[in-house]
Nanobody
Framework: QPQLFQSEGGSVQSGGSLTLSCSLDRTLFDNYCMAWFRQIPGQDRERVAASFIGNKHREYSDSVKGRFTIDANKPKKTLSLQMNSLKTEDTAMYYC?????????????????????WGQGTQVTVSS
């Protein structure tokens, strides 16, 4: 499995923007499923965005749709999460994840237990 390295998160006021980045130690092949999850203490990891490298399809949770954008850069071997119009409820530890997948239909349904490679996590704090 690839190793994933996340950039630092940060603190921002409500309504602000922040971009998270995740780099891989190997080539981003077309059969990779990539995702961003977030977790609040005491709760399960929530998938907020997913992307299948082969066809560049993307999907977002209802809680972030229209505000967050997931993007994979194959030459740079990076995955980013652009977060706009941040809300206090977006405060969480964010994780990038990766695993091999046969299709977008498979990728889009994967939950946290089905990803084998994870970044170290980065804290995002949104204040009112």
């Amino acid at each position: 499995q690839p190793q994933l390295f996340q950039s630092e998160g940060g603190s921002v006021q409500s309504g602000g923007s922040l971009t998270l980045s995740c780099s891989l130690d190997r080539t981003l092949f077309d059969n990779y499923c990539m995702a961003w999850f977030r977790q609040i203490p005491g709760q399960d990891r929530e998938r907020v965005a997913a992307s299948f490298i082969g066809n560049k399809h993307r999907e977002y949770s209802d809680s972030v749709k229209g505000r967050f954008t997931i993007d994979a850069n194959k030459p740079k071997k990076t995955l980013s999460l652009q977060m706009n119009s941040l809300k206090t409820e977006d405060t969480a530890m964010y994780y990038c994840a990766a695993d091999l997948s046969n299709s977008w239909d498979d990728c889009r349904t994967r939950d946290a237990a089905e990803f084998r490679a994870w970044g170290q996590g980065t804290q995002v704090t949104v204040s009112s």
